[in-house]
């Protein structure tokens, strides 16, 4: 039974930062994927950063330059540090996990609101 447990989200004004964090518990196979989405009142769902077990990393146009996905195998987490970051940051961001061979999981979300 696997879990993602995310954190990190919060208030921050234009120019500011937050570093969003998802562990996973429980028994996992190969997470041969991990991603960040988001999700704004009235839009889809959209992929905002991804990285695979190799380390090669996916970022959506208007995250490049300002958000960094990593992952740390060991503590099975994957990191979004946000920079940056902008009004149109505000959503609700997902964690994700691809795992071999077809089970896919989902965070809870958490708030991130960017405003003055």
């Known amino acids: 039974q696997v879990q993602l447990v995310e954190s990190g989200g919060g208030l921050v004004q234009p120019g500011g930062s937050l570093r969003l964090s998802c562990a996973a518990s429980g028994s996992i196979p190969n997470m041969y994927l991990m991603g960040w989405y988001r999700q704004a009142p009235g839009k889809q769902r959209e992929l905002v950063a991804s990285?695979?077990?190799?380390?090669?990393?996916t970022y959506a146009d208007g995250a490049k330059g300002r958000f960094t996905i990593s992952r740390d195998n060991a503590k099975k987490t994957v990191y979004l540090q946000m920079n940056s970051l902008k009004p149109e940051d505000t959503a609700v961001y997902y964690c994700?996990?691809?795992?071999?061979?077809?089970?896919?999981?989902w965070g809870q979300g958490t708030q991130v609101t960017v405003s003055s």
């Open positions: 990285i695979t077990s190799g380390g090669t990393t």
């Open positions: 994700n996990v691809k795992s071999y061979p077809s089970r896919n999981f």
